[in-house]
Structure formats: structure tokens, C-alpha cells
């Protein structure tokens, strides 16, 4: 065989409840992840030394060397399976980028994803799904849901994934911002909005005109307690009615986002005023995702953001999406498709 290609979903996360800062620095959370068609493409071949190629939307931003996630991803199946499982000396990892990098919207998570799949086929490593999850929360908090995909429930530092009975398809739009934000800032921005907000009434103030009023359903800087799963999220999520779901997204992190990047309120609200069912930033930043009626809306709703000039450029998705997938093997003529 001489490679293996897997294609694999950005997300957007419906719920986000953050817990307190935990002592090694993660954060427990509650969400509910749900895979976006919007995919990146991995191509993993056999090769004399390792080597990582990206091109496509953000390219120039990915690292190349061993910090490239996708290439983190390769090592530990590797040093999970043990080194026998290669039958070359490096891999050859070449990225295809649509997914946004930086963006709230996991994608060099994703990557990992769709490397660890790619390279269990091309070695016939025969790592079960469960197996591979277990290599992939080594890797990322995010690569474990990258690899099932659809709409699931992730705890613990986000790498424990149960899939959520959910019904129908939700229409989005997606505006993608110039600026890029880092995940351990926006955390950080949270757990000092937090502690403001504990120390000092006057903060609480300022953090709740960081949120964006009788909207997405946040509190001002999110519970300090344990979070919990939300159950009116979940009932809608059964009802597969996107006005009863609108109302519910909520993010913790979206306040700390915003106080990075200010402008995100404007975001938001245009979305609201050209009548979004929801409208919320995806995961960290900076992206936002607009919840539309269906899929003509969701085309009007692109039209109006894409005038507003609010954001660098806009897509619409669908969602719920399928997990990372081998979807071509060229060498030896398997399906070219394949759950
Ligand atoms: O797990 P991953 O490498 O994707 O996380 C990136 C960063 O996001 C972590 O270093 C941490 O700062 C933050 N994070 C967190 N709590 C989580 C997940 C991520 O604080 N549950």
C-alpha cells in the first residue's frame, strides 16, 4: 500500500460549561460537541524520513515539525502499537486544509484525527475505535470526538465522548475572523474574568457587557461550581427543531473570547439581527457559528454577514457530520469509501 487518505469534520461545540482550573491546568468541562461538514483531508504514505506538507486554508500557520499535531498523532500509535507496526522508516503526512486553524473549530485536532485512522489503516494496526480514542486523548482534548463525529457529549477534559441521540440536520453559517485566538489564552482570559468577577462586584458588570444581551443563553463568565449538562439542550437535540435549539447554545468561554477580541460582539449580534436561532462563538474563538432555520436561510443569512463586513469571509455547513474516515487507498484497490 502507498497511502492512505482520511477525510475528517471540524465542530462547533452547542454547549461549552467550563468547571474551575484544575491543578494541572485543564479545565473539567461538559459539552456537546457536533461534528460540522467542513473537512480536512490527511494523506499518510510510507517514506524514508518523516516529513509533514499542509497547504489549503490557513497553511502557513501549522507547524511542520514534531509540534504538528497530526505528526504527535503518528507518534503515539506508534509508541502505542510499538515501532514494529511501521514498515518504513518515516511517514510522509500531508495536510489539505479547509478548516480555519486557530479558530475554535478544532481542526489541527481534527488532523490528528484523521492521521491516527490513516496510518491504522496503512499499517493494519486493527486498533478498534475505543482503542484509538484512547491514543487520541494523549494527543488532544478534541481528537477523540474528531474521530466519532455527529453530535456527542464530551467530559472530563473534553477526551471522554458519548454520542447524544440526536435527530435531523441543522443548517449553520459559519464567519470566519482575520485574527486568530489561542485556546490557553482564551482559557486563561476565562479563569481571570472569573476571578475578577469573584473579587470585585464592579468586574461581574463589566464581564456581563462582554456577553451578548438575552441571547445565547451564557451567564457572564460561566458557573464556578461543576458544570452541568444542560436537559432542554438535550430534549431539543431529540426534537431535531432548530427554533427550540437556538435559544440554548451557550459557550463559557464565549466572554473571554469576546474580551480578547471585542469585535465578536458586533459578530454576534448581526447574526441575531438578520435573524440567526442562535448565535455563538464556536469553541475558543474566533469563529462564529449562526444557527439558521434551513438551508435557504442559511444561505440569506451567509449573504447578510458576508455585507455586514463583520468577519473575513462566511461558509454554510451542515451538521451533523461523519467522524474521521479512510476514504480513498489507492494502492491495492479497496472501497474507496468507508465508515
Ligand atoms: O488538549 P489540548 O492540547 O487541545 O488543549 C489545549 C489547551 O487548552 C490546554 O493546554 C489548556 O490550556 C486548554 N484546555 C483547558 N481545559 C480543557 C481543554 C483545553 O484548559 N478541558
Same mark, same amino acid.
Given at each position: 500500500?502507498?497511502?492512505?487518505?482520511?477525510?475528517?469534520?471540524?465542530?462547533?461545540?452547542? #454547549?461549552?460549561?467550563v468547571?474551575p482550573r484544575?491543578?494541572?491546568?485543564?479545565?473539567?468541562?461538559? /459539552?456537546?460537541?457536533?461534528?460540522?461538514?467542513?473537512?480536512?483531508? %490527511?494523506?499518510?504514505?510510507?517514506? =524514508? /524520513?518523516?516529513?509533514?506538507?499542509?497547504?489549503?486554508?490557513?497553511?502557513?500557520?501549522?507547524? $511542520?515539525?514534531?509540534?504538528?499535531?497530526?505528526?504527535?498523532?503518528?507518534?503515539?500509535?506508534?509508541?502505542?502499537?510499538?515501532?514494529?507496526?511501521?514498515?518504513?522508516?518515516?511517514?510522509?503526512?500531508?495536510?489539505?486544509?479547509?478548516?480555519?486553524?486557530?479558530?475554535? $473549530?478544532?481542526?489541527?485536532?481534527?488532523?490528528? *484525527?484523521?492521521?491516527?485512522?490513516?496510518?491504522?489503516?496503512?499499517?493494519?494496526?486493527?486498533?478498534?475505535? !475505543?482503542?484509538?480514542?484512547?491514543?487520541?486523548? !494523549?494527543?488532544?482534548? =478534541?481528537?477523540?470526538? *474528531?474521530?466519532?463525529?455527529?453530535?456527542?457529549?464530551?467530559?472530563?477534559?473534553? =477526551? #471522554?465522548?458519548?454520542?447524544?441521540?440526536? /435527530?435531523?440536520? @441543522?443548517?449553520?453559517?459559519?464567519?470566519?475572523?482575520?485574527?486568530?485566538?489561542?485556546?490557553?489564552?482564551v482559557y486563561a482570559a476565562c479563569d481571570r474574568l472569573r476571578e475578577a468577577q469573584a473579587t470585585s462586584p464592579d468586574a461581574s458588570g463589566a464581564a456581563a457587557m462582554a456577553g451578548?444581551? +438575552? &441571547?445565547?443563553?451564557?451567564s457572564a463568565v460561566g458557573a464556578a461550581?461543576?458544570?452541568?449538562?444542560?436537559?432542554?439542550?438535550? *430534549?431539543?437535540?431529540?426534537?431535531?427543531?432548530?427554533?427550540?435549539?437556538?435559544?440554548?447554545? &451557550?459557550?463559557d468561554l464565549q466572554p473571554a473570547a469576546i474580551s480578547l477580541?471585542?469585535?465578536?460582539? !458586533?459578530?454576534?449580534?448581526?447574526? !441575531?439581527?438578520? +435573524?440567526?436561532?442562535?448565535?455563538?462563538?464556536?469553541?475558543?474563538?474566533?469563529?462564529?457559528? @449562526?444557527?439558521?432555520?434551513?438551508?435557504?436561510?442559511?444561505?440569506?443569512?451567509?449573504?447578510?454577514? /458576508?455585507?455586514?463586513?463583520?468577519?473575513?469571509? %462566511? %461558509?454554510?455547513?451542515?451538521?451533523?457530520?461523519?467522524?474521521?474516515?479512510?476514504?480513498?487507498?489507492?494502492?491495492?484497490?479497496?472501497?474507496?469509501?468507508?465508515?
Amino acid at each position: 500500500m502507498t497511502a492512505v487518505t482520511a477525510r475528517v469534520p471540524a465542530k462547533v461545540n452547542l #454547549q461549552l460549561s467550563v468547571g474551575p482550573r484544575r491543578s494541572d491546568g485543564y479545565h473539567d468541562l461538559v /459539552t456537546v460537541f457536533h461534528a460540522l461538514a467542513l473537512f480536512d483531508e %490527511v494523506t499518510v504514505s510510507p517514506a =524514508d /524520513t518523516d516529513s509533514v506538507v499542509v497547504t489549503g486554508e490557513g497553511a502557513d500557520r501549522v507547524p $511542520l515539525d514534531a509540534d504538528n499535531l497530526a505528526a504527535r498523532a503518528v507518534a503515539a500509535l506508534v509508541e502505542a502499537v510499538g515501532p514494529g507496526v511501521r514498515d518504513s522508516p518515516g511517514v510522509a503526512i500531508e495536510i489539505r486544509k479547509r478548516i480555519p486553524v486557530a479558530a475554535g $473549530l478544532a481542526g489541527g485536532s481534527a488532523d490528528a *484525527a484523521a492521521a491516527l485512522v490513516a496510518c491504522n489503516e496503512l499499517w493494519g494496526a486493527g486498533l478498534s475505535p !475505543q482503542e484509538l480514542a484512547e491514543v487520541a486523548g !494523549q494527543v488532544g482534548s =478534541d481528537v477523540g470526538f *474528531a474521530l466519532f463525529g455527529g453530535t456527542a457529549i464530551g467530559l472530563g477534559r473534553g =477526551d #471522554q465522548v458519548t454520542p447524544v441521540l440526536a /435527530t435531523g440536520t @441543522y443548517h449553520w453559517v459559519l464567519a470566519f475572523a482575520a485574527e486568530v485566538l489561542s485556546t490557553p489564552a482564551v482559557y486563561a482570559a476565562c479563569d481571570r474574568l472569573r476571578e475578577a468577577q469573584a473579587t470585585s462586584p464592579d468586574a461581574s458588570g463589566a464581564a456581563a457587557m462582554a456577553g451578548v444581551p +438575552g &441571547s445565547v443563553g451564557t451567564s457572564a463568565v460561566g458557573a464556578a461550581g461543576p458544570p452541568q449538562l444542560n436537559t432542554r439542550l438535550m *430534549a431539543a437535540l431529540r426534537s431535531g427543531d432548530p427554533a427550540e435549539l437556538g435559544p440554548l447554545l &451557550s459557550n463559557d468561554l464565549q466572554p473571554a473570547a469576546i474580551s480578547l477580541l471585542p469585535r465578536l460582539r !458586533q459578530a454576534l449580534a448581526a447574526g !441575531q439581527e438578520h +435573524g440567526a436561532l442562535g448565535a455563538i462563538v464556536s469553541g475558543s474563538g474566533p469563529t462564529c457559528a @449562526y444557527l439558521a432555520r434551513d438551508g435557504k436561510h442559511a444561505r440569506d443569512l451567509a449573504v447578510a454577514l /458576508t455585507g455586514t463586513g463583520v468577519c473575513r469571509s %462566511v %461558509v454554510t455547513v451542515t451538521g451533523p457530520a461523519p467522524g474521521a474516515t479512510v476514504i480513498s487507498v489507492p494502492a491495492d484497490g479497496r472501497p474507496v469509501s468507508r465508515p
